[in-house]
């Protein structure tokens, strides 16, 4: 994290809640966050990883940040929490980053909980990103804020295709958004990662272990041939919370190497 102290970003007096934030991109995101300035909210299902994570923060840092333990995919009432305990501990929000995801991989038409797994991916990557949204959009407002979600490069492509779905979806979510709430000063982007290394695998929902071992093989279907860490997604993200993307809303940001251009022959083969 010492290499990000010389860049230009300044989140001083920002405040961001970023979901799925116990490891992967969701961590590295709210690590790049703090390290700049910004106070974070961070939220997800592993109490070790979250406070693994926090311990990361303020040993760098010395801010302590807010952690929420929590199940967005069971718990219906997690969203508003989510955004309530942010404004009582800070007074506003800034960033919103939708990062929590899942997918499945028994995705087929012959599998007899396709339905069930639909419910539960759609749920969770769309339904809960869209609730966060609807409930930020008042303090956003005040700030000026934007709104980051975390998607996939297979939003373009049918593998695991309920999985793809909802992340079309998603995608659909940013646009539609950054429409709505261009007029309340509340930019949205979308960021579309492929493979990333010790990230929960957005495009083909392998976990991390398989793209540890993995990773060479596919590092060769991308372009530059190689595989990237999630602090560069995080580098990303920071561009996208900065003033620097002051003119960017409704963008669909793809950071897979180049994977999408060699679709073809990567599909046919993972």
């Known amino acids: 994290m010492a290499a990000y102290r010389n860049k230009k970003y300044d989140f001083n007096g920002k405040v961001a809640l970023i979901t799925g934030s116990s490891a992967g991109i969701g961590a590295a995101i709210a690590c790049q966050f703090a390290e700049y300035g910004a106070d974070v909210v961070i939220t997800g299902r592993s109490l070790q990883g979250l406070n693994r994570i926090a311990q990361k923060i303020m040993k760098k ?12 995919q069971t718990d219906e009432h997690l969203p508003s929490k989510l955004i309530d305990e942010t404004i009582k501990k800070f007074g506003h929000l800034d960033i919103l980053v939708n990062n929590a995801g899942t997918n499945f991989a028994n995705d087929t038409f012959d599998n007899p909980e396709l339905i069930t797994e639909f419910d539960k991916m759609f749920a ?11 409930l930020a959009v008042e303090h956003l407002a005040k700030t000026r804020g934007n709104i980051i979600n975390i998607s996939s490069n297979a939003s373009a492509e049918p593998i695991l295709f309920t999985y793809t779905m909802s992340k079309a979806a998603l995608d659909m979510l940013t646009k539609g958004a950054a429409q709505d709430l261009g007029t309340k000063g509340i930019r949205v982007n979308s960021i579309n990662p492929g493979p990333t290394i010790t990230s929960m695998g957005r495009c083909l929902g392998k976990d991390v272990h398989h793209f540890e071992k993995c990773k060479d093989i596919f590092a060769k279907f991308t372009i530059l041939d190689r595989i990237p860490y999630p602090d560069e997604m995080a580098n990303i993200a920071s561009f996208l919370a900065s003033n620097d993307a002051a003119n960017i809303t409704g963008a669909i940001i793809v950071s897979d190497g180049g994977m999408l251009v060699k679709k073809r022959q990567f599909f046919a083969e993972v």
């Open 61 to 72: 840092t010395d801010r302590e940040p807010l952690v929420i333990v929590g199940d967005l």
């Open 124 to 134: 969770l990557n769309v339904r809960v990103p869209l609730c966060l949204c609807k």
